[in-house]
């Protein structure tokens, strides 16, 4: 892919996946925002990918803060000039405090949705203002494919990403028009660094465990001329595991 002259904002920018696909972005060219809550660890991924020779920056936003977003974006584009693209993988299933739903907390629900959910759409309605005005953009946003089967624990959590899913198809229909196009990628189970997989292999067609970069791959390609005709779609990339359970051969 060849994004040379190309801005792109990537949000949840320090986390596993959302700093392999600033660091891909920026290898095919982007200039590259990297956007975290951690802005300690948003600027250590900028600075890697200055080192290997792409250009990068990173900035502080909370995506539960509209006030956060929004200066994001204005700075982005006091920056550079534009925005052509937004990543929005800031996200998190709070797994640690995962809990059927008679037994969760409203504390734990909201925070979960304004994450996942409000924080892409947000994020997007900042956007696309200015990209309707440039008459051109591409939108990529990251959901799961807990949205497509559920998972017994975080209800919370897949109604969010089922929410990003069909927030994405709808604002498609909007922006098309306009030279937008907006797209959503689901992984599967991506392990984190140091995440014990042994029993991932087995859950998948594949047989293997799924990277950041199967993720980022699929990303780049939503982000750039070669997807112009690809609307509304949800791309699913979990090595098969969304199929069901395996038959006997």
């Not at 203002?129 to 990251?142: C, L, P, Q, S």
Request: hydrophobic share 45%; charged share 15%.
């Amino acid at each position: 892919m060849s994004f040379a002259g190309r801005v792109a904002i990537v949000t949840g920018g320090a986390g596993y996946i959302g700093s392999t696909t600033a660091k891909r972005l920026a290898v095919d060219g982007a200039a590259v925002i990297v956007s975290d809550v951690n802005g300690e660890l948003a600027q250590s991924v900028a600075e890697e990918i200055v080192a290997d020779g792409g250009e990068a920056s990173a900035i502080e936003t909370d995506v539960r803060s509209t006030e956060s977003i929004e200066a994001m974006v204005a700075w982005t584009i006091g920056q550079h000039g534009q925005i052509d693209i937004l990543v929005t993988v800031a996200g998190g299933s709070a797994r640690e405090r995962a809990s059927t739903v008679h037994g969760s907390s409203e504390g734990v629900i909201r925070q979960v949705i304004e994450i996942n959910l409000l924080g892409a759409i947000f994020c997007c309605r900042a956007v696309v203002g200015h990209m309707i005005e440039r008459g051109a953009g591409k939108i990529v946003n990251v959901a799961s494919i807990v949205a497509l089967q559920g998972s017994a624990g975080h209800a919370d959590y897949a109604a969010a990403k089922a929410g990003v899913i069909a927030f994405s198809k709808t604002l498609a229909m909007e922006v098309a028009p306009g030279g937008i196009n907006v797209n959503c990628v689901s992984p599967g189970l991506v392990p984190r660094p140091g995440t014990r997989v042994d029993h991932i292999p087995g859950t998948n067609y594949l047989g293997r465990i799924a990277s950041a970069e199967s993720v980022s791959s699929v990303v780049s390609f939503l982000a750039s001329d070669e997807a112009d005709f690809i609307v509304g779609q949800n791309y699913v990339v979990d090595g098969g595991r969304s199929l069901g359970l395996k038959g006997s051969r």
